[in-house]
């Protein structure tokens, strides 16, 4: 076996690639459907499929070379070039015969363009393989595929990208094969381990692994030499003042400590939240023209505190009794709802205000006009985010499972709202005392399985 067959076992060999090809095989069926029957989108989907495929393909390389024993393996310099190739000229070659059955006038329009797919497929392959190796925290990057897949058909970026393809295949031929050797020279560099050898970088699925990066996080504060993040003094003096007292230890200066270790340094970070203002004011602005979909901000909140630590379990069983933990952890994520909703209902009144002066816009012959949030869907993140809470105390040690828990649940729990709002005996809102039972019901069960892990569950990690 040669070292290059032993790197791609790798891919079929990590039980976590399993996930990753059937996800990319079901993405390629649908775009080999959506080439037959001849669809614009098709070209661009092509596209985001490489790019994918090339960022975790990437990944296990980087993985390696990472590594220090990488600097013993005897020839494996010349691995990495070679691997990316291997895989990047198969999967380029499948899809250029695949769009050999993408309706065309003429035969030799059928084979310029499968040419001309060929190169662009190995453009976009390239360029995922370029991000992985160039950017630490690459995941980042794999995240805006689904936008780019929803707002391109809405820019008709479909359709341009198919004229590009079908129409300047020369100069497609001529720039594909200039990234070729362009990359063949870049991964060809010898001692290119010397570069990532013993530094931080995000593997395949440590994105899923809590601990990966706080490994990660920790890794490259240390690298930049960044001072660690302070309390600012008038934040800590509020929260000591009623952690300290006088009377002895008891539940509520525990519940005010894990307030203190969970917002003391959010509440200190003022650039953080002057920042992130800056950042949703234009996102509000974007989102408003596209109907409906500015409500998903109402959801978001319920998905990102899937990784939220709420301090019930730890390595010493010194670190508060059961009791203290339950009413710590039930303190801070009743605090920590409240803030999202508070949040999300300012972005809903921002929305509000900007539909006023938001000019109509007319994109190639259609308009679009601005339409506020809905501010009655104010109460989804206090639904929503105890059932997040709920399902990350119980799988708590499968990280990718409970994510794939919590995405199942809110994806039927809106087929379910869908489905019964179409029934005639559903036509209105719900009421007040519908979403008050729901909230409850929500709490409730939340409240039942964190007395329960605290009270009767090892909380040793």
């Not at 363009?113 to 393989?129: D, M, P, Q, R």
């Not at 995240?143 to 393809?165: K, Q, S, T």
């Not at 709920?390 to 379910?416: D, E, G, H, N, S």
Request: glycine letters at 6%; one cysteine or more; hydrophobic letters at 55%.
């Amino acid at each position: 076996m040669t070292i290059l067959q032993a790197n791609l076992k790798h891919l079929y060999q990590r039980k976590g690639f399993w996930l990753i090809a059937l996800g990319l095989g079901l993405f390629a069926f649908l775009c080999i459907m959506a080439i037959v029957d001849g669809e614009q989108g098709s070209f661009m989907a092509l596209a985001l499929w490489m790019y994918i495929a090339a960022g975790f393909t990437s990944a296990l390389q980087v993985e390696v070379l990472t590594r220090p024993f990488s600097w013993s393996l005897p020839g494996h310099a010349g691995i990495p070039v070679k691997f990316l190739f291997c895989i990047g000229i198969s999967v380029s070659l499948f899809w250029s015969v695949v769009f050999l059955f993408y309706p065309a006038p003429t035969l030799a329009e059928h084979l310029l363009s499968s040419v001309s797919i060929f190169f662009a497929g190995t453009v976009f392959y390239w360029l995922g393989a370029w991000v992985v190796f160039r950017f630490p925290n690459w995941v980042s990057a794999i995240v805006m595929v689904p936008i780019l897949m929803v707002y391109g058909r809405y820019l008709d970026m479909y359709a341009l990208f198919e004229r590009v393809i079908v129409d300047a295949w020369f100069a497609v031929i001529l720039l594909g094969g200039l990234v070729n050797f362009l990359a063949w020279r870049h991964w060809s560099r010898p001692h290119m381990a010397r570069k990532y050898c013993g530094r931080p970088w995000m593997g395949a699925f440590d994105a899923w692994n809590k601990e990966k990066m706080s490994e990660f996080q920790q890794a490259r504060l240390a690298q930049k030499n960044k001072a660690i993040p302070t309390v600012l003094p008038h934040v800590e003096k509020f929260f000591l003042d009623r952690i300290t007292d006088r009377t002895g230890p008891n539940t509520a200066q525990y519940i005010w400590g894990g307030l203190y270790r969970s917002f003391g340094l959010i509440t200190s970070r003022k650039k953080e939240c002057i920042r992130f203002w800056l950042i949703m004011l234009p996102t509000l602005c974007f989102l408003g023209y596209m109907g409906p979909v500015a409500n998903i901000m109402f959801i978001m909140p319920g998905i990102m505190v899937a990784n939220m630590s709420l301090h019930v379990r730890s390595t010493l069983l010194i670190s508060g009794g059961r009791t203290e933990r339950f009413w710590s952890a039930l303190s801070t994520a009743a605090a920590t709802t409240l803030l999202a909703t508070v949040i999300v209902t300012l972005m809903a009144a921002l929305t509000i205000g900007l539909e006023a002066v938001m000019p109509e816009l007319t994109i190639k012959g259609q308009s679009a006009v601005y339409r506020a949030m809905e501010m009655k869907l104010f109460f989804i993140p206090l639904c929503m985010m105890p059932v997040t809470l709920t399902i990350a105390l119980i799988f708590y040690r499968y990280p990718r499972l409970m994510m794939a828990v919590v995405m199942m649940i809110f994806i039927l729990a809106m087929q379910v709202s869908i489905f019964f709002k179409r029934l005639p005996i559903h036509q209105n809102d719900p009421g007040p005392i519908h979403i008050i039972i729901i909230m409850l019901c929500c709490w409730a069960i939340f409240t039942a399985v964190l007395r329960h892990i605290c009270m009767r569950r090892c909380l040793v990690r």
